[in-house]
């Protein structure tokens, strides 16, 4: 069956196609495409001192084809229907290309002429911004059909009204039987905090409150002034757990649902990779069988994809336990749940198996834990192979199968919660009141369920196991011992989760060959060997040997050596940025790396340096701009997350400093977890794994330094191993073709 058109981006379906609608069929399928380019087309030549780019007509050819390929809606193959046609365009399309155009314009094109959507997912909320506040307006003034367009967040990014004027009128949760939603976490930092900080966090709610009830703010945590600390944030966010929904008595004020009626209407959704993957399966967004889904900045979708299907519980704080059961039994009574008879038992049984867990865990490793400098955040000991300690997995086992069991006893009263909301509205505050008592500690008990179950996964004789480690930290007067499990593969991951529900997707990013090839981006991508894959590169318009000079600065000392390189490497830095006339971005590798950069800058330098979380990021980056345009000197000092996403044009960057190759950190468990695995197999971690990683980072952070096609720019990199190895030779060829230039140690 195919899908047609019904304007809204529901389905329809049809008979079975006889041979002669087939042919029909592909020909529309022609059609389309011919009138997605001629959309693009008449897009480009209405946009006033738009520039031809054969690159991006390239690119947008590229994405008309693949959307018009796809096969969109229920296919009912058990009555001799072919199997839906899958489609999938792996782009890299260089710095300047304009791919933000190249795909909307032919997408949104095709979704109109299908009668379907179009799903866009962004790495950040800061690139989900700019498509929806400035590209696509811009884009639907000009093209021939009207579209709408909305932004689609997570919910914890959205203020919950009822928490929010909760925290606004005292500060404080109230008697458990009438108020307490908040994390024991929470309770306890209120019990240790000041009296004055109290009283400015409820002056913060009581303002916060004040602005959203007179319009001035939308309740979304972004479009603050100041975006608010994750501590404070928290108390406030609109979370699914705790949230009824329509019987919410501030449903009609509500921001998340306000937002998510604008999604409804619209042909295209901005969403970001983060929330595509956790709302796999609820409906949030556009169904993915049908609907033409583009992921920009797609490098990021793999890290994406493990941190979502990793997890973690905490093996000492456990007293939330007794307050879940005690609230599960309250409200189970009243409302004659039966399933709640077992809830005393397995509340007993997962405090007494946590606790045997924290004990087994510091007896099997703890010298290894205590050993650790706490200087450097939580000690961590990762169990090789992922083969436990026998003594652990009875007790795991215990704990999945107690968790079940009182899981299944919540679902009960959920349940029986959401029948009494349907069939006694005038009650919707006191019984979404109780929802929220179990729906704020729900999820630590999902979430131990699940670590319990992905820690007890045992890899079968060659097959991948999963990454398992545990952590010790102090906090306060508590020793907090942790376990965590994650996947390795974010390929297998992806292709399980994701790739099996998608018909028509474009992937694109400037950075996604790795030393000139797609194969690992593929396999992290989990499309390696799909055949409805393929693969473009299109190439930036900009002339780098003659815009741009890579100056390969050498130093004495071996980059291996962290101690004696980062010593020299700081002093050619500061030799060199001292001539910097505007503006420029310092890339360091580390906190420590920078610290010693700053502490080495002589007095008349310091007020040239803007260092990174000294300042909010858009304030620095405004500062920086207001020194250039006055023709002043201003260098960034920034870490990994400056090395990507900064758009600096102009004099704002002509010159880039890479102090280091930007290779992993070599702590990561999911990482060395896998190097074992690789290693196990007969293959080479570090050739297969870490430089084709480090060479799309190290392509993101050069990318910094060319912008336009009438910048010139200077990037330099202080480590010899750029130019002094074999694998530093496959990372030149992943960067663009600067003039190269070397130079000897000062």
């Known amino acids: ?118 799903l866009i997912s962004t790495a950040t909320v800061a690139l989900q911004e700019q498509l929806v506040n400035k590209d696509l307006p811009a884009l639907a003034a000009l093209m021939p059909q009207p579209f709408k367009f909305a932004l689609a967040k997570g919910r914890g990014r959205y203020v919950c009204k009822l928490k929010l004027d909760r925290l606004a ?46 319009g001035a703010w939308d309740g979304d945590r972004d479009s603050l002034d100041t975006p608010p600390e994750p501590e404070v944030w928290s108390p406030v966010a609109a979370e699914g757990a705790s949230c009824t929904g329509k019987h919410c008595p501030a449903f009609s004020q509500c921001t998340y649902y306000d937002k998510r009626k604008e999604l409804v209407g619209a042909q295209v959704i901005v969403a970001n990779h983060d929330l595509l993957l956790s709302s796999l399966g609820a409906r949030v967004l556009p169904e993915l069988d049908n609907c033409l889904l583009v992921l920009d900045e797609a490098h990021h979708l793999p890290a994406t994809a493990l941190d979502q299907f990793a997890c973690s519980m905490d093996l000492s704080r456990i007293t939330w336990i007794e307050r879940l059961s005690s609230r599960g039994l309250r409200i189970g009574a009243l409302l004659e749940v039966e399933e709640i008879a077992d809830i005393p038992k397995h509340s007993a049984q997962l405090r007494q198996t946590l ?110 196991p999963a990454a398992k480690w545990f952590t010790l930290e102090v906090d306060g007067d508590f020793i907090v011992v942790k376990a965590h499990a994650s996947p390795i593969l974010p390929g297998t991951t992806l292709r399980n989760h994701l790739w099996s529900a998608v018909r028509g997707a474009v992937l694109t990013s400037a950075t996604l060959t790795s030393c000139g090839h797609f194969d690992f981006f593929l396999r992290e991508a989990g499309l390696h060997g799909d055949e409805a894959a393929t693969t473009l590169e299109v190439p930036s318009p900009f002339n780098y040997a003659a815009q741009g000079t890579l100056i390969a600065a050498e130093t004495r000392a071996d980059p291996k050596n962290a101690a004696q390189f980062t010593t020299e490497m700081v002093d050619a830095l500061l030799h060199d940025i001292a001539r910097v006339e505007y503006g420029a971005l310092v890339l360091f590798t580390s906190r420590e790396q920078m610290r010693q950069a700053v502490d080495a800058l002589p007095t008349a330098m310091r007020s040239v340096v803007l260092v990174q979380n000294a300042l909010p990021r858009t304030q620095l980056l405004r500062r920086h701009r207001e020194r250039v345009e006055n023709g002043e000197p201003s260098v960034i000092f920034g870490m990994q997350s400056f090395g990507e996403g900064l758009d600096l044009p102009g004099r704002l960057c002509e010159s880039v400093f890479i102090t280091k190759l930007p290779f992993a950190p070599p702590d990561d468990p999911v990482g060395e977890a896998r190097a074992e695995w690789l290693r196990a197999v007969g293959r080479d971690p570090f050739s297969e794994l870490v430089v084709p990683a480090t060479a799309i980072r190290l392509a993101q952070w050069v990318g910094r330094a060319i912008r336009t096609e009438e910048d010139m720019a200077h990037v330099y990199c202080y480590d010899k191993r750029l130019t002094r190895t074999s694998y530093g030779q496959r990372l030149l060829k992943g960067l663009p073709p600067f003039a190269l230039e070397q130079r000897a140690p000062l």
Not at 104 to 111: E, F, Q, S, Y
Not at 194 to 210: D, G, N
Not at 426 to 455: C, F, N, V
């Open 1 to 118: 069956m195919y899908p047609t058109g019904d304007g809204d981006g529901g389905r329809q379906t049809l008979e079975p196609l006889a041979p002669q609608a087939m042919r029909h069929y592909c020909m529309s399928q022609q059609v389309w495409a011919a009138q997605a380019l001629e959309s693009f087309d008449a897009v480009v030549s209405a946009t006033e001192g738009f520039r031809s780019r054969p690159g991006q007509r390239l690119m947008a050819e590229q994405v008309a084809r693949t959307f018009s390929t796809a096969t969109l809606g229920k296919v009912d193959e058990e009555s001799g229907e072919a199997a839906p046609t899958r489609a999938i365009a792996v782009i890299q399309a260089g710095t300047g290309v304009g791919k933000s155009l190249a795909y909307c314009a032919p997408a949104i094109a095709l979704a109109l002429s299908r009668g379907t959507r179009v």
């Open 169 to 214: 009128g005292t500060g404080e949760a109230e008697e458990e039987g009438e108020d307490d939603l908040f994390a024991e976490e929470e309770a306890a930092a209120r019990a240790k905090r000041p009296r004055h900080e109290t009283e400015a966090r409820i002056q913060f709610y009581s303002t916060m409150a004040q602005t959203l009830s007179k």
């Open 355 to 464: 606790q045997d867990l924290a004990r087994i865990v510091m007896d099997v490793y703890g010298a290894q834990l205590k050993s650790q400098p706490s200087a450097w955040g939580p000690a961590r000991v990762r169990v090789p192979r992922g083969e436990l300690p026998e003594q652990l997995i009875a007790p795991l086992g215990l704990l999945a199968a107690s968790a079940e069991g009182f899981l299944d006893a919540l679902r009960a009263i959920s349940k029986a919660l959401r029948a009494e909301m349907r069939d006694k509205p005038d009650e919707a505050k006191r019984l979404s009141t109780l929802y929220a008592q179990i729906g704020m500690l729900a999820p630590r008990l999902e979430e131990l369920h699940a670590t319990a179950q992905l820690l007890l996964q045992d890899a079968p004789e060659g097959a991948v």
